[in-house]
């Protein structure tokens, strides 16, 4: 057994931690809740950005170089602690993320919270599913007797975006009126920012299924007892479901990707009585089927179309008589994970345009949040828009002129100062997200008989999707419509669905009506996805 030579690190503004000398850095700094590792720590993000100020390490690594990182900046998952250290973090806590969500009154309200009941009246009326490890489960039989239950006189309940990167929520009263609305970072970023890599860990280990359970329903307790709520109401994609619910993964890992339950489910998050929205189908999970709540809701014309873009990117289309959905694994482009590349939590540039150019080369001007250090998901779409449709790349994202020849190769300078730049290989990484997006949404409209001349509406939504405009969507070819007047930037949907479940029983209720008419594509099955993902890789085929 190898013995423990003790080290210190001593972190700016939050104090000193133990370890021994070998240990990760960001291991050792996500362990503490002072820094996500967004990639899982496998240097490819280059998110865990921090600066050694003293102390003895491992030199610069090829994934540093790759990143552009010089000392004393370190990536700290790439770091070996061989000694003493005094360490700098970016305060992350000091910048809030942004939520802009349709907040749209409810009439004439009619809660699921109504009275009191027993957990053995509960029970009669539910399928009862037991997991080792876990908490007792609750399937819900859809029964309009079935109303949530309170043991407390407090009248607010908790509506959970659980996002793969972000947990969005809100607390309302129940005539709706939002009380609070924030957005924290999931705390499972240190298992990875997409889910691929969390079901990796799972599968690899099952003992992490409940240490990951263990981490949300810690978090989600918090802001409930935080915020004095008497209910919560949440909803993920169907991995970060499962994982809250301590279901198994491994139907969702192997082909045809079926959830073990679909639910809906009662839970308890502590102490506190949970719905989690239903699932689907595959990958599209209950954070879909609450933006589809949403838009039934607003009685938005047909035929429309719901794009959630991120990480993992859901995709709706709904008709007179079917809703056609479908998930694609766009990948971490669109939240920002390219070289030079920021996270929400430490904020950075949310849009890109060319103010002038000198010498044949572009000037850019941009805006941010919190500091400028990298691109948001939404600043790098808008930097690629404004550089195609002045011509600077081609139609098959190709650097034909202005770009600078750096140590990074070919490269789009956005800030000398900051070192924000935009290589070829991140434009390449974009459009394998871009491509994706659009063969969904084409895959869906053929499949339908669906001229994109004849859809009525395309929303976007997601916190990510707040931050765009229509006109750079429609300059990239990424929507199918072309009139700006068309395109609702919805921002997050998600909490707007559960609000109206939570508000309008009967809307809660559709479950068993829209099911009849929902119709799932699992892209992975078309014969011909390849090769119309390889088509979609050019900008505005």
Request: glycine residues 8%; charged residues 25%; positive net charge.
């Amino acid at each position: 057994m190898n013995k423990c030579r003790k080290i210190k690190v001593l972190v700016k503004g939050w104090g000193e931690l133990s370890g021994c000398r070998g240990d990760n850095l960001g291991k050792l700094l996500a362990s503490n809740g002072i820094l996500p590792l967004p990639c899982g720590g496998r240097g490819l993000c280059g998110l865990c950005r921090v600066k050694i100020l003293a102390g003895e390490t491992n030199e610069l690594t090829i994934y540093e170089k790759i990143h552009g990182i010089k000392k004393p900046w370190r990536l700290a998952c790439r770091v070996t602690v061989y000694d003493d250290l005094i360490v700098e973090v970016p305060k992350i806590s000091e910048i809030k993320p942004i939520v802009y969500t349709l907040n749209i009154p409810i009439k004439n309200p009619d809660p699921l919270i109504k009275e009191i009941h027993s957990y053995k009246e509960i029970q009669k009326e539910t399928f009862l599913y037991k997991q080792e490890h876990s908490n007792s489960l609750h399937t819900l039989l859809f029964n309009e007797k079935i109303v949530m239950t309170s043991p407390v006189k407090v009248r607010k309940i908790l509506l959970v975006d659980l996002g793969t990167t972000k947990i969005a929520y809100q607390v309302i009263d129940l005539k709706g009126n939002m009380i609070v609305e924030d957005v924290l970072i999931n705390p499972l970023v240190r298992y990875g920012s997409d889910i691929i890599t969390r079901m990796s860990y799972i599968l690899d280990d099952p003992g992490k299924l409940v240490e990951m359970m263990n981490d949300l329903h810690t978090s989600i307790e918090k802001l409930a007892r935080e915020n004095n709520v008497c209910f919560i109401l949440l909803a993920g994609n169907s991995v970060m479901e499962h994982i809250y619910l301590g279901l198994s993964i491994k139907s969702l890992a192997v082909k045809p990707y079926k959830p073990v339950l679909y639910g809906p489910f009662i839970i308890y998050t502590g102490s506190y009585s949970t719905l989690v929205a239903p699932i689907i189908e595959g990958f599209v999970g209950g954070d879909a089927y609450s933006e589809l709540i949403a838009s039934l809701y607003m009685n938005m014309s047909k035929p429309y179309l719901i794009i959630d873009l991120g990480t993992n990117t859901e995709v709706m289309l709904v008709t007179e008589d079917k809703i056609y959905v479908t998930s694609t694994p766009a990948g971490p482009a669109f939240e920002g994970f390219i070289s030079r590349g920021s996270h929400i939590a430490f904020g950075g540039i949310t849009r890109v345009w060319i103010k002038e150019i000198i010498d044949e080369k572009p000037v850019f001007g941009y805006s941010y949040i919190g500091s400028p250090q990298g691109l948001l998901g939404a600043g790098v779409l808008s930097l690629v828009a404004s550089l195609y449709a002045k011509g600077f790349i081609d139609k098959s994202g190709r650097f034909v002129k202005g770009y600078a020849n750096t140590d990074s190769g070919k490269a789009f300078i956005i800030d000398h100062k900051n070192n924000v730049l935009f290589t070829q290989r991140d434009l390449r990484e974009f459009q394998k997200a871009y491509a994706a997006v659009k063969s969904a949404w084409r895959i869906l409209l053929n499949k339908a008989g669906v001229n994109r001349e004849d859809l009525k509406y395309v929303i976007i939504s997601g916190s990510f999707g707040s931050a765009l405009s229509p006109k750079d969507l429609i300059v990239l070819g990424m929507v199918p419509l072309k009139d700006e007047e068309r395109i609702v930037i919805s921002g997050n949907l998600v909490l707007l669905g559960l609000k109206i479940m939570a508000l309008k029983r009967d809307y809660y209720s559709k479950y068993n009506e829209i099911r009849e008419k929902l119709y799932h594509i699992n892209l992975a099955d078309e014969p011909n996805y390849m090769d119309v993902w390889v088509k979609e890789l050019y900008f505005n085929s």
